[in-house]
């Protein structure tokens, strides 16, 4: 039977709208080595006196890779901006260290100031997102491949999208990106997550082995 002649098919026609609201994401690729795909230039190009809210995702955290995003930490611990910064420490891989100066460049404990680190005792925390508002509310982000590690930065090969709604893209789009990363900071407390809001939390979880108290070996090829 033909499509055209079947009497249970009716056929709708394709609208695409190409108009306000037409998602032009960019790609972002690093294979090439150019450093305009990395996302060292993407935090530079968008960090700046603007930016009223910054979130951040990583599986994998340095805090020799925070030096791009210093300014908005900075602003944020000054005038209280919304910052939340999740963690992963995959396998122990996060040293308490590095939580340490991240919690006080944070200028934590303070009301809108939210750190969470991830463990799971089998499969990893993976993801890679890093979103921004800005004060006349416009949103920008990127998600891809690359952690917020000195490797990630401009180092290793990735591959990402960035959006943002001064180029036209949906602000529904970047405001899931946004709650995906705030819904970790409510209750009740998701499995393998914990909610640094005090110093005294970063040496719990070093006890427990969440958090490395000194570098672990680094196996050859590996690069996060």
């Known amino acids: 039977m033909r499509l055209s002649t079947c009497p249970f098919v009716k056929r709708t026609p394709i609208s695409i709208d190409f108009g306000k609201g037409f998602d032009i994401m960019k790609y972002h690729d690093t294979g090439s080595r150019d450093p305009s795909e990395a996302l060292s230039t993407w935090l530079q190009e968008v960090i700046n006196d603007e930016v009223s809210e910054f979130r951040v995702q990583t ?6 890779a925070l030096g791009l995003i210093l300014p ?5 611990a000054q005038s209280d901006l919304l910052t939340n910064c999740l963690l992963g420490s995959n396998n122990a891989s996060t040293l308490k260290i590095h939580v340490e100066k991240l919690y006080e460049l944070l200028g934590m404990p303070r009301t809108n100031a939210h750190l969470g680190i991830v463990s799971f005792g089998t499969g990893l925390f993976h993801p890679k997102a890093y979103h921004i508002r800005r004060n006349d509310g416009s949103q920008a982000a990127y998600v891809g491949s690359a952690n917020l590690t000195r490797e990630g930065l401009a180092l290793n090969i990735e591959a990402a999208i960035s959006l943002d709604t001064r180029d036209g893209d949906k602000d ?9 990363i705030d ?3 409510t209750l009740p407390a998701r499995q393998g997550f914990t909610l640094v809001d005090q110093p005294d939390v970063i040496e719990q979880l070093a006890a427990k082995g969440i958090l490395a108290k000194t570098p672990l070996p680094k196996q050859p090829g590996c690069g996060i």
Do not use: D, H, N, Q
């Open 172 to 180: 529904t789009e970047l405001s899931k990106i946004a709650a995906a």
């Open 72 to 76: 908005v930490l900075e602003r944020g």
């Open 183 to 185: 819904g970790w900071f």
């Open 59 to 64: 599986g994998y955290f340095s805090a020799k």
